[in-house]
């Protein structure tokens, strides 16, 4: 069977791609808190010969202080570049400002690094976001194996390594593996969803205290996004070894009931940091039926990825690394770097599927 389905973004969401927007490929409108990615061969072709002569003179410095330069020459080529556009904390802006100040070798490195910005998943041809398929199948399976963890013996599951797990409750190796029947497309943009930069804060659950060096920023798709997919479920052929079946139905309930759990823990984190959660009442009357709650991407959190149960949380303490059920710091998408309050901040990866 084939469903399409809907996949509406309910807070801000990361899908790490390997790849990044580099400082020599954007620069930074500050008037407008606004990057601009242009195509840097594009840009070149289009200078007067003497700007040429100038950008190649910078280019050949070998020294840091090159890299500066350059952010100094886009600045003043400001009206001749054209690209895609993306909102930015205004934070960051006065940063990229202060770097172009910069004289000290290690600092302008140091500077140049913060700019090095992770993107979230996209379409290569049309530069739009994407939420591929693996990322929600991978979070379907990691709600679907924790419901038949509770219907075994966990204390015997405890002594085995998480594949172990994995093989005997889902009834063998890749090939008897009924995951394998699973198909999901990748998910595209409904309509045209424009992607923002915010700063992804760690923030401790029991302290009102964020790990300020772990602040940078990280391309988001926003929360309020649309995008379309379909799952399709396939029937084994005879004698493919395949045991254990996946039903449509019982494969989202599983996911709901893994997903909803930890996010009504969220709802009552939020009463002690105050940070933002979606408002989901415009599914409530189709829950279970029709929409059923999902995390995925990047920050989703250590209990969206293991079993509850099963537990085996790392957590650094002041007595070393320690092995714990649930996690003591939670991601947060920030519009500061170090803010205040966390009451503009939202957790990543919360998104609801729609079965259409």
Not at 35 to 55: A, G, R
Not at 294 to 311: C, D, F, N, Q, Y
């Amino acid at each position: 069977m084939n469903y399409e389905i809907k996949l509406h973004t309910l807070t801000p969401v990361h899908i790490g791609c390997d790849d990044s927007y580099t400082p020599v490929e954007f620069i930074i409108d500050t008037d407008r808190n606004t990057l601009i990615q242009f195509d840097l061969f594009e840009f070149i072709e289009n200078l007067s010969p003497e700007e040429w002569q100038e950008f190649n003179s910078i280019a050949s410095n070998p020294s840091p202080i090159a890299l500066v330069h350059i952010y100094r020459f886009y600045s003043k080529m400001k009206g001749k570049i054209k690209g895609r556009e993306l909102p930015i904390p205004n934070e960051l802006s006065k940063r990229y400002t202060e770097v172009k100040q910069l004289k000290n070798d290690r600092d302008m490195l140091k500077g140049f690094n913060e700019f090095e910005i992770p993107r979230t998943f996209y379409n290569p041809y049309t530069l739009e976001p994407i939420v591929p398929g693996s990322s929600i199948k991978g979070s379907l399976r990691t709600a679907f194996v924790e419901a038949l963890i509770k219907e075994h013996d966990r204390n015997r599951l405890e002594r085995k390594e998480y594949n172990q797990i994995e093989e005997e409750l889902l009834g063998g190796k890749m090939q008897k593996d009924p995951f394998r029947l699973l198909k999901i497309s990748d998910f595209e943009p409904e309509n045209s969803v424009k992607t923002k930069i915010l700063y992804q804060i760690n923030v401790r659950k029991e302290r009102e205290t964020s790990r300020e060096s772990l602040s940078i920023p990280i391309e988001v798709i926003p929360e309020g996004a649309l995008f379309r997919g379909t799952i399709k479920i396939e029937s084994p052929i005879e004698g493919s070894g395949i045991r254990k079946s996946i039903e449509f139905k019982d494969l989202l309930l599983k996911s709901h009931s893994h997903y909803a759990k930890i996010f009504n823990k969220e709802i009552d984190l939020r009463k002690i940091k105050n940070f933002k959660l979606p408002n989901i009442t415009q599914f409530r009357d189709g829950l279970k039926e029709k929409y059923f709650i999902l995390r995925i991407g990047k920050h989703s959190g250590a209990e969206a990825v293991t079993w509850e149960g099963l537990r085996k949380i790392r957590v650094r303490t002041r007595e070393g690394i320690q092995r714990r059920s649930e996690s003591t710091t939670i991601w947060l998408a920030s519009q500061e770097k170090k803010p205040k309050s966390f009451i503009n901040a939202m957790p990543f990866g919360w998104v609801m599927l729609e079965v259409c």
